[in-house]
């Protein structure tokens, strides 16, 4: 069976637990790496763009490549689904994003900068415990961890702020806990 990329998204996205009684503290140390890694990831096409349109979050496909819309049916599905289910003006934007981004990525002849997928990080964030929350600071909060949202040249980073692997995200949750 060949399933989309996009289909893929949104069935992720369906089955994301947008709130989860223990809070937003859940899973917060591979939380917050995923969030390190995915402010990384989006400076890195930041800087192929010349800079976002808008910070931290901004649809990448639609500056890359303007003319790639999301199918009529599928556009409806998503904004049915955040309409029901999600409230932060934030995830909102991530996840039209993120389903543009994997319709960009499942049309023919698109060529891309060979880049890392700009938001994996995100999803799997959404996936180990919902929306994020922002402080007062321009920061995100997963607990007693804060992540400063910085400029966007200034997540700049060759290097991987983590694996994406689960044994990984697991093993920074372990060692919280000890």
């Known amino acids: 069976m060949n399933t989309s990329l996009t289909n893929t998204v949104m069935e992720r996205l369906a089955a994301i637990g947008w709130t989860h009684p223990v809070g937003h503290n859940t ?4 939380r ?16 192929v763009l010349g800079g976002p349109p808008r910070w ?16 009529p049916a599928t556009a409806e599905q998503l904004e049915k689904y955040i309409e029901e289910n999600v409230d932060g003006v934030s995830a909102e934007l991530v996840c039209r994003a993120a ?18 997928d700009p ?8 996936e180990r415990g919902g929306e ?3 402080d007062d600071s321009w920061a995100f909060n997963f607990g007693l961890r804060r992540i400063q949202i910085e400029l966007w040249h200034e997540h ?7 694996a994406l692997d689960p044994a990984t995200l697991d093993a920074l949750d372990h060692e919280e806990v000890r």
């Open 32 to 47: 917050s790496r995923l969030m390190v890694e995915y402010l990384r990831r989006a400076a890195l096409w930041a800087e």
């Open 99 to 116: 389903v543009r981004w994997a319709t960009l990525r499942d049309t023919p002849g698109v060529r891309l900068p060979d880049l890392p």
């Open 156 to 162: 700049l980073s060759p290097e991987p702020a983590t």
């Open 56 to 71: 931290p979050y901004f649809d990448i496909a639609g500056a890359l490549a303007p003319e790639v819309l999301v199918a």
């Open 132 to 134: 994020v929350l922002y």
């Open 119 to 126: 938001f994996e990080p995100l999803i799997l964030l959404y």
């Open 27 to 30: 899973h917060a140390a591979s």
